[in-house]
């Protein structure tokens, strides 16, 4: 009974305009797959990881995470796919058969609290096949199409039933095999949102759940995103 998790690192991360994948983008000094794999490690509730690299990087992100005092379990490096989800499923191919929850997390939210994967991996463990971290949502949603040279608006959600979702998201393995082989099929001819792993749970018809997100799992998208991460090191390292 052990837990994988798979760290996607293979984008290419065009929207931070370096010539640097965002994987390796570097955050107090450290490449920002190496924040993420440290604060996996440091929940003490992953048992290995596979991480997948851009094209080409496979040895530099294996040497890197192989270095590194503080990530000291098993570590697999592979190829990523062209999209995110054809990544994971590569990683997915390599969990081992003990294996029965695997955590997908982006190397894009390096700062993830351990907290945070404990509780998503309590969760699965406690019988939540799909579980996800989210966060009410603090802005008000309009629902668009296009129209002319502008968008016009077409609904506005109940924003108190809404939740902004992040990584980790955790599963029973065996589902999330199931989700990557006929749900992401069904999301496909059905024209179902599946942008997250949870999303082809869902396309199968099963449950997902919502544990309590964390604000400083946020995702780096942009050269702002880097800054404000970097501010938050400094203020948890003072
Ligand atoms: O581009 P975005 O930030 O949405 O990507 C989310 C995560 O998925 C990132 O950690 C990125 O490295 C990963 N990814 C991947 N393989 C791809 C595209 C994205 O592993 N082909």
Redesign the pocket.
């Known amino acids: 009974m052990t837990t994988l998790a798979i760290l996607?690192?293979?984008?290419s991360?065009s929207r931070l305009g370096r010539d640097l994948?965002?994987?390796l983008v570097e955050l107090d000094g450290f490449p920002l797959v190496l924040h993420a794999a440290r604060r996996l490690v440091a929940s003490d509730v992953v048992d290995s990881l596979v991480v997948?690299a851009p094209d080409g990087l496979v040895g530099i992100m294996t040497e890197l995470l192989a270095n590194d005092p503080r990530v000291q379990i098993p570590v697999e490096v592979t190829d990523?796919?062209?999209?995110?989800q054809?990544?994971v499923s590569a990683g997915l191919e390599l969990a081992r058969p003990g294996d029965d929850v695997v955590l997908v997390h982006?190397?894009?939210r390096p700062l993830v609290p351990p907290d945070l994967v404990r509780r998503v991996v309590g969760a699965v463990r406690n019988g939540h096949g799909a579980v996800v971290p989210g966060l009410p949502v603090t802005d008000t949603v309009k629902q668009v199409r296009p129209d002319g040279d502008a968008e016009l608006v077409t609904g506005t959600p109940d924003r108190s039933i809404l939740r902004a979702v992040q990584t980790p998201q955790g599963f029973d393995r065996d589902l999330l095999v199931r989700a990557h082989r006929t749900g992401a099929a069904r999301a496909l001819a059905e024209h179902l949102a599946a942008t997250d792993d949870a999303g082809l749970v869902e396309a199968l018809g099963e449950p997902v759940y919502i544990v309590a997100g964390d604000a400083a799992a946020f995702?780096i998208?942009t050269e702002r995103d880097l800054w404000l991460a970097s501010l938050v090191l400094q203020e948890t390292n003072a």
């Open positions: 996607t690192a293979a984008g991360g994948p965002k994987a997948t990523g796919g062209p999209t995110r054809a990544s982006d190397a894009a995702k998208t």
